[in-house]
């Protein structure tokens, strides 16, 4: 039997679980990156405004780094800049869920053993999960290549705009369909992809505000070098479609030869008697999440190196700064460092959400009959949730410490802190998620969600000046710490963690009258 045998019904299948889900997250993905370009140029609706406009952008470090240049001030160039970045994050995450969701996970759940009983070769389902992620992608594109047509942008540079969303989708895809050869379950293949998507982003921001032929540091970077309405480089598409059929080339290998649950790296056998220190809902909670965090974390460490890597080279050039309202400090190690609390918040969620994986699964049904609380239980996801995204925001620090240690040996360990003070933040949406699941569990992870895109966006208003700088101190982001060259914010810190605190308990109060199925 071929490894494709049975990539058709394959196809079938996964088209039909991801009939909601897939088409909600690549075409309201869409969508939104439509009313966010169309937002923003009825903010500027004539051709001095925008002028005005791309003249302050591409004079501002902090700008370039998070949104990149606008290369033409016209309708197209203008909407293009606004909404560029924020395809980058959402239709990336798409196509990672898409195909995690359809390849590891199903291995994880038992479905793809059930499956395997059939005529169903081992490359199928990856093939299949590619399909319906390419489907989406080009979904994508389309309706924000139709998008600016109706506002009035070119045909030439629409089409570019469509096929620049289309390829974050490719390569994202592949990526996370190489992931989930490696690792063994699917929280750690999507925490992977996810940290290296995150890489492409920090690194193309990098290569923006150096300016010059710096966006060969990124694959995203390779995409934003088309300038539609501008340059019209469609060339620059072919190293991400050949970067992209490499990864994907990968994974199908793999796939052909790995039996089904293992992965690239080898699960290693633990003791016949688990430790005392093994048989605690935390202890269990931590066991499970292990390679998520360890994978987020290698992830971080690696940013860290590449950031620390750059940074006397960016600053050097230019004077890069964030968050001025809350004193986050100039240069790029700041930046980086003021914007991984939102990774670390994500990972955090994750993390926490592995209890309502949980009971959809059946597996709570197996811990709760025994001498453990519910909210022991909840509890145990939650530190487990605080505890990855600690992990995490140390491991960025250390990065960069280790790449500055020639030129400055004593940062090493300051950085490492400064990463960790910075913690508070994510554990509040931590607290909050814990709240959520406790209270209206189905609903937990969308809202969560939402509430950091939404302290994100404010981040945002505030770069573009569209509130006063001030606004930001509603912001647990820039509520933490901004150490080494920040401010301090001690009294706001110990508030976020009394926050976090409080929302904790109120959750272990609710969690004992609510029914978790």
């Known amino acids: 039997m071929s490894t494709l045998t049975g990539t058709t019904q394959m196809f079938g299948l996964a088209l039909r679980r991801e009939r909601l889900r897939g088409s909600a997250w690549y075409l309201l993905s869409g969508l939104l990156l439509v009313v966010i370009a169309a937002g923003i140029i009825a903010t500027y609706p004539t051709a001095a405004g925008r002028a005005e406009l791309a003249a302050s952008v591409n004079a501002s470090a902090g700008e370039l780094f998070m949104i990149g240049p606008i290369a033409s001030s016209d309708v197209g160039g203008v909407g293009l800049w606004r909404m560029l970045g924020v395809a980058a994050i959402f239709v990336s995450l798409a196509s990672v869920l898409t195909v995690v969701r359809n390849t590891r996970a199903s291995e994880e759940n038992g479905t793809s053993e059930m499956l395997g009983s059939a005529a169903i070769g081992r490359t199928a389902p990856l093939i299949a999960a590619y399909g319906i992620s390419t489907a989406g992608s080009v979904a994508a594109g389309i309706v924000v290549g139709a998008g600016f047509l109706a506002i009035g942008a070119s045909v030439t540079g629409s089409v570019l705009v469509a096929g620049q969303i289309t390829m974050f989708g490719l390569l994202a895809a592949a990526l996370a369909g190489l992931t989930g050869q490696i690792v063994q379950t699917a929280r750690g293949a999507t925490g992977i992809a996810v940290a290296v998507v995150a890489a492409f982003f920090l690194l193309r921001g990098a290569g923006d505000a150096i300016g010059g032929n710096a966006y060969w540091l990124s694959p995203f970077g390779w995409i934003a070098a088309v300038r539609p309405f501008a340059l019209d480089n469609g060339w620059m598409l072919l190293p991400v479609l050949g970067l992209t059929i490499a990864l994907a080339a990968a994974a199908v290998w793999i796939a052909s030869r790995r039996d089904l649950g293992a992965g690239l790296l080898p699960e290693r056998m633990g003791p016949a008697n688990a430790s005392a220190g093994l048989r605690g809902p935390v202890s269990l909670a931590l066991r499970t999440r292990r390679v998520a965090i360890i994978g987020w974390s290698a992830g971080a460490l690696v940013v860290g190196l590449l950031i620390g890597g750059v940074s006397s080279t960016v600053d050097g050039q230019i004077d890069l700064s964030l968050g001025s309202g809350a004193g986050s400090g100039s240069g790029l190690t700041q930046v980086a460092l003021y914007l991984t609390p939102l990774f670390a918040a994500i990972l955090g969620i994750q993390t926490t959400l592995r209890l309502r994986g949980e009971v959809t699964s059946g597996r709570a049904e197996a811990i709760l009959p025994r001498p453990v609380a519910r909210s022991a239980w909840l509890l145990a996801h939650t530190v487990t949730g605080a505890l990855a995204s600690l992990a995490m925001l140390i491991a960025f620090g ?21 990463g960790a003070l910075r913690a508070p933040s994510a554990w509040v949406f931590i607290a909050l998620t814990t709240l959520l699941l406790a209270g209206i569990p189905r609903a937990a992870a969308a809202i969560a969600f939402i509430v950091v895109g939404a302290f994100q ?25 901004q150490l080494p060259n920040g401010a301090a914010h001690p009294w706001q810190a110990l508030v976020l963690i009394m926050v976090a605190v409080v929302l904790t308990v109120v959750a272990t109060r609710l969690i004992r009258r609510q029914d978790i199925s």
């Open 457 to 481: 966006a404010l981040e945002f208003t505030v770069e573009f000046r569209l509130v006063p700088p001030d606004a930001l101190y509603a912001s647990p982001f820039a509520l933490v710490p």
């Open 398 to 418: 250390l990065g960069i410490g280790i790449a500055q240690l020639g030129s400055d040996p004593g940062s090493f360990g300051v950085l490492a802190v400064a």
